[in-house]
């Protein structure tokens, strides 16, 4: 499974300031209202890290992908 947030939302944060060339620092909101902050998407889609940990797979993350509500931008 692809670790891209739903397209809806990635078309959102790729019009948000970029953090670093090409990455987009946002926290994502949950549909159960959680917060996951200091997200870093390459590209506004596909998350690499969160805080200082990176991402390789979809085990790397405590939640669901499919379960992202929103984005907010860090910037």
Same mark, same amino acid.
């Given at each position: 499974?692809?670790?891209?947030?739903?397209?809806?939302?990635?078309?959102?944060?790729?019009?948000?300031?970029e953090?670093?060339?090409?990455? !987009? %620092?946002?926290?994502?909101?949950?549909? *159960?209202?959680?917060?996951?902050?200091?997200?870093?998407?390459?590209?506004?889609? $596909? #998350?690499?890290?969160?805080? !200082? %940990?990176?991402?390789?797979?979809?085990? *790397?993350?405590?939640?669901?992908?499919?379960?992202?509500?929103?984005?907010?931008? $860090? #910037?």
């Amino acid at each position: 499974m692809s670790r891209e947030i739903p397209n809806n939302l990635s078309d959102k944060a790729a019009s948000f300031p970029e953090s670093s060339y090409g990455v !987009n %620092r946002v926290t994502l909101v949950l549909g *159960d209202g959680r917060k996951v902050n200091e997200v870093y998407l390459a590209w506004g889609k $596909e #998350i690499v890290k969160i805080r !200082n %940990r990176s991402i390789k797979s979809m085990e *790397d993350l405590n939640f669901d992908i499919t379960k992202i509500v929103d984005v907010i931008s $860090e #910037i």
